[in-house]
């Protein structure tokens, strides 16, 4: 690990301008990493932006950095061209969707911790055992000597904060915890953040959660919980998809649920972005890849085609496909 930081460092130091590529439908570990990075990369007097297909969720509108950040739709590759781009927290390069478009002919670096990375690109650095891509990104800046500032380390601590569930997630580690500590002496405030990202939300996410909740189905006699949110759903509540992050987090709170799943009809009405989370039993990474997509052990999601029923049906039958641990 220490030498492909260095790698990454060395294509840092050696180069002069950059984009930074987010995943569709960003989450907080995206957000954070991003916004942390480019203006790590702003204070050694590099040109850089961050890029993403889809908006960031409003409850990340406080973090620092949003200057450097914009839509890949706003952006033409005329627009900037950059010697390095920065894949973070993506899979495999198609997670970036339309941001992908600012890619071609530059030199790729991918900064991950999703075991089913494809790791691709000049310079890889995935790391399956940090708790967010925030930890490699955290360690990248380290690397080069970059300044903490209170700014940066709000956005790293909220990009692990988010990916460990508030530090209630399987995936948190001694390291991810002295990380945070090592935060907030940085100046980080954890209560503000937890306000921020999971005590305030829109009128409009909270009137979709209750369309979702009545959705609510069991399975395999209640090991797995499924909740959908449709299209016209969304048109009644008024709701972005970005407001939809937090809403898996409900059927996984139910006893005796091993596996939740939260299927989102896609924009174009042609299938559903499902979300996947399991508690100790099943790796839903393996799932998620066999259905087209990917992610960790705990987490993971796939964008399968099909109306509900059909969707359902595939997801069921994939779940059925790998084998559950004795709990």
Request: charged share 20%.
């Amino acid at each position: 690990m220490t030498g492909l930081l260095e790698d990454v460092a060395k294509v840092i130091r050696e180069h002069g301008s950059f984009v930074i590529l987010e995943h569709e439908k960003p989450d907080g570990d995206c957000v954070g990493s991003g916004l942390a990075l480019v203006q790590a990369l702003q204070s050694l007097g590099k040109q850089a932006i961050l890029v993403s297909q889809d908006p960031h969720p409003a409850m990340y509108d406080f973090l620092p950095g949003r200057p450097f950040y914009t839509r890949a739709a706003y952006l033409e590759p005329v627009d900037f061209s950059p010697e390095v781009v920065v894949f973070l927290d993506c899979t495999d390069p198609e997670r970036a969707g339309a941001a992908l478009k600012l890619a071609e002919g530059k030199v790729w670096v991918n900064v991950d911790h999703h075991i089913s990375n494809s790791r691709f690109g000049a310079v890889s650095l995935v790391d399956p055992g940090a708790a967010a891509t925030g930890e490699l990104v955290y360690k990248i800046m380290e690397s080069l000597g970059v300044e903490i500032t209170e700014g940066i380390a709000t956005c790293i601590y909220v990009a692990i904060v988010t990916d460990t569930g508030g530090f209630r997630y399987q995936n948190t580690s001694p390291a991810s915890l002295r990380l945070a500590a090592t935060l907030l002496e940085k100046g980080v405030k954890a209560w503000e953040v937890a306000e921020q990202v999971f005590e305030t939300r829109s009128v409009s996410s909270v009137l979709l959660l209750g369309h979702a909740l009545w959705s609510l189905k069991l399975y395999r006699g209640g090991k797995v919980a499924a909740i959908t949110v449709t299209r016209d759903m969304m048109k009644a509540a008024g709701a972005a998809p970005e407001e939809t992050e937090e809403i898996i987090s409900y059927p996984r709170s139910i006893a005796g649920v091993e596996v939740s799943l939260f299927f989102r009809e896609a924009e174009d009405g042609k299938g559903f972005h499902v979300s996947f989370r399991s508690r100790t039993r099943v790796d839903v990474s393996e799932v998620a890849v066999s259905l087209g997509g990917g992610g960790h052990p705990r987490a993971a999601g796939a964008l399968v085609e099909g109306d509900i029923e059909q969707v359902t049906a595939k997801v069921m039958a994939a779940l059925d496909r790998f084998p559950w641990t004795d709990s």
